[in-house]
């Protein structure tokens, strides 16, 4: 199968007629694409970042209706927006129970196992304590070397400058455990006795980028909570094709 990679060949292109069935398009800009008279059954969109658009569908954006139904599926999730102390606190125990539940009932074998392109549950865990690490302990308290060795850093990072080599692999699963367990009880500390005041104080982006955002304290544990909603989501979608995967492979032939 053919795959382009960083191109913009196809920016502003018509493409009539022609089969994109089973196609993959990941880490691509599809902003202001244009659908008319198409077969998607089956199409499956996953944007991060959907709720800062629109995606309309039949004359319908459906970005609110996606919203309300991610909410109700994960209830708590609203407060991944909140503005006060208590709204914040009271989204960072949702999530915390939500991904216990996760943990607790993800069977050893899988917490390794990924679907393709995809983060296993150990690759995820060590993705927030990189997020924990570069939002409160970089961006909000200013710790100079803020990053975990066990921290999974995002794709791309490389390719951005970033030095790679402070990180390594983890020893065991339970290693990754108890790290997670320090960073959420460093953001629960924080958020224990954090005022409006402190909130609305403003950092620097710790991931630097170039532009001018200034993030309030308050966007940053806005964007912690985000990460953690995000990827449960993410893990509990894939945990789920691996668990239909596994009892497919297990299923006795007719």
């Avoid at 999730?77 to 939500?98: C, F, I, N």
């Avoid at 549950?121 to 924990?132: K, V």
Wanted: one cysteine or more; proline letters at 5%.
């Amino acid at each position: 199968m053919t795959t382009y990679s960083s191109t913009n060949e196809f920016e502003g292109a018509t493409f009539v007629r022609t089969s994109f069935k089973d196609a993959t398009i990941r880490s691509s800009d599809v902003s202001g694409l244009t659908l008319r008279a198409v077969d998607c059954d089956g199409l499956d969109i996953d944007s991060h970042d959907l709720f800062f658009g629109t995606l309309i569908v039949n004359g319908v954006d459906v970005v609110p209706l996606v919203e309300a139904e991610l909410n109700r599926q994960f209830p708590g999730r609203e407060l991944q927006k909140a503005e006060t102390p208590e709204g914040l606190r009271e989204g960072w125990l949702a999530v915390q129970a939500a991904w216990q539940q996760t943990v607790d009932e993800t069977p050893a074998e899988l917490r390794d196992a990924h679907v393709p392109d995809e983060w296993s549950l150990s690759q995820t865990l060590r993705h927030l304590i990189l997020a924990t690490d570069a939002w409160l302990l970089g961006a909000i308290q200013g710790t100079e070397r803020p990053f975990h060795p066990i921290g999974q850093i995002f794709t791309g990072a490389d390719r951005m400058g970033f030095d790679m080599s402070i990180f390594g692999e983890p020893e065991s699963f339970d290693e990754i455990l108890s790290v997670r367990a320090q960073r959420q009880q460093m953001v629960t500390d924080f958020l224990a006795d954090v005022t409006p005041e402190v909130l609305a104080e403003e950092r620097a982006n710790p991931w630097g980028g170039g532009d001018d955002w200034r993030p309030t304290v308050g966007d940053c544990v806005r964007v912690i909570l985000e990460e953690e909603w995000a990827h449960l989501r993410y893990i509990r979608r894939d945990l789920a094709l691996l668990h239909q995967a596994g009892a497919a492979a297990a299923a006795p032939e007719a």
